[in-house]
């Protein structure tokens, strides 16, 4: 972040920064020296980067159509975490939604789900399904209408993408009921193979490892009771249609394995050994 010219970090760490690397997309972001986490010090307008969600340009619908199957995996895995801590099956909503693949998960649980979406083309494809989609960013209407109604609120790697995390932290709070669980995904930038493929500054504003999310975390009035270093199920075949950049290199790996049919079993040893991805269960508390 950049205040009156000056780079400072989110957490307001009384410390300098440092750019990430010196070369690459690494060069785009700065790092705190005392915390960790890792931001573009000039992002975009908000009006731009709004754009990239509208236009279906970030985060594009054609991915998530294609990797359904590999996303179920991974959203079974982390509501039946979620279920540990609320074994009742409540109103659950589900913050960048998407197509609705974890909706369909979640509902096929026993959830009563519903999501926000800002791509108007995903919302579209999540609604023919049957769920109630509210189309938009963290706006004041949604805070209006809909605060305080939902035992559950789910962040699937959505923290890295918003201007200021710590305000969407607590729009997710007034959303949830008294007790209610944030279920948070993001990048781990403790991860080499977050280094690797998870630094795109016009989409991955924050990077964060376990230490500074507990922070921001906390500071926001949740208590973590469950943090992970983990990984996805990943659609290796899909990655064209993803906007991480993978190298010309891994994909003619992917898909020399595709014709051995081995691709199948990197994606497994990936989703085991990676640990790229942090996952919190973090529960509203009252604040002091």
């Given at each position: 972040m950049t205040l009156n010219g000056i780079i400072t970090?989110?957490?307001?760490?009384?410390?300098?920064?440092?750019?990430?690397?010196?070369?690459?997309?690494?060069?785009?972001?700065?790092?705190?020296?005392?915390?960790?986490?890792?931001?573009?010090?000039?992002?975009?307008?908000?009006p731009a980067l709004e754009r990239l969600y509208l236009k279906d340009i970030s985060s594009p619908t054609s991915?998530?159509?294609?990797?359904?199957?590999?996303?179920r995996i991974t959203f079974v895995k982390r509501l039946r975490l979620l279920a540990q801590?609320?074994?009742?099956?409540?109103?659950?909503?589900?913050?960048?939604?998407?197509?609705?693949?974890?909706?369909?998960?979640?509902?096929?649980?026993?959830?009563?789900?519903?999501?926000?979406?800002?791509?108007?083309?995903a919302a579209y494809i999540a609604r023919q399904q049957g769920f109630i989609v509210h189309e938009g960013f963290f706006s004041s209407v949604?805070?209006?209408?809909?605060?305080?109604?939902?035992?559950?609120?789910v962040m699937s790697d959505v923290i890295e993408h918003v201007p200021n995390p710590r305000d969407?932290?607590?729009?997710?709070?007034?959303?949830?009921?008294?007790?209610?669980?944030?279920?948070?995904?993001?990048?781990n930038?403790?991860?080499?193979?977050?280094?690797?493929?998870?630094?795109?500054?016009m989409e991955h504003l924050f990077l964060f490892n376990s230490k500074n999310l507990s922070l921001l975390l906390s500071g926001e009035a949740f208590e973590i009771c469950h943090l992970e270093k983990t990984s996805r199920r990943r659609a290796l075949g899909q990655l064209t249609h993803s906007t991480t950049e993978v190298g010309r290199e891994s994909l003619t790996l992917i898909r020399y394995l595709s014709r051995l049919r081995l691709d199948g079993?990197?994606?497994?040893?990936?989703?085991?050994?990676?640990?790229?991805?942090?996952?919190?269960?973090?529960?509203?508390?009252?604040?002091?």
């Open positions: 970090c989110l957490l307001g760490c009384r410390a300098g920064t440092r750019p990430l690397s010196q070369n690459g997309n690494g060069s785009n972001y700065h790092r705190c020296e005392k915390c960790g986490l890792a931001f573009v010090s000039r992002p975009p307008a908000s991915y998530y159509a294609k990797t359904v199957e590999a996303d801590f609320q074994p009742e099956r409540c109103l659950l909503l589900d913050i960048g939604c998407s197509t609705g693949t974890l909706m369909n998960v979640a509902a096929s649980m026993g959830w009563e789900v519903e999501g926000v979406e800002p791509n108007p083309h949604l805070d209006r209408h809909l605060k305080g109604k939902y035992q559950c609120v969407a932290l607590i729009k997710a709070r007034q959303l949830l009921a008294p007790n209610g669980f944030l279920l948070l995904s993001t990048p930038l403790e991860s080499f193979w977050c280094k690797r493929f998870q630094l795109k500054p079993a990197l994606a497994w040893m990936m989703e085991h050994f990676f640990k790229d991805e942090l996952v919190v269960i973090a529960r509203k508390t009252r604040r002091l």
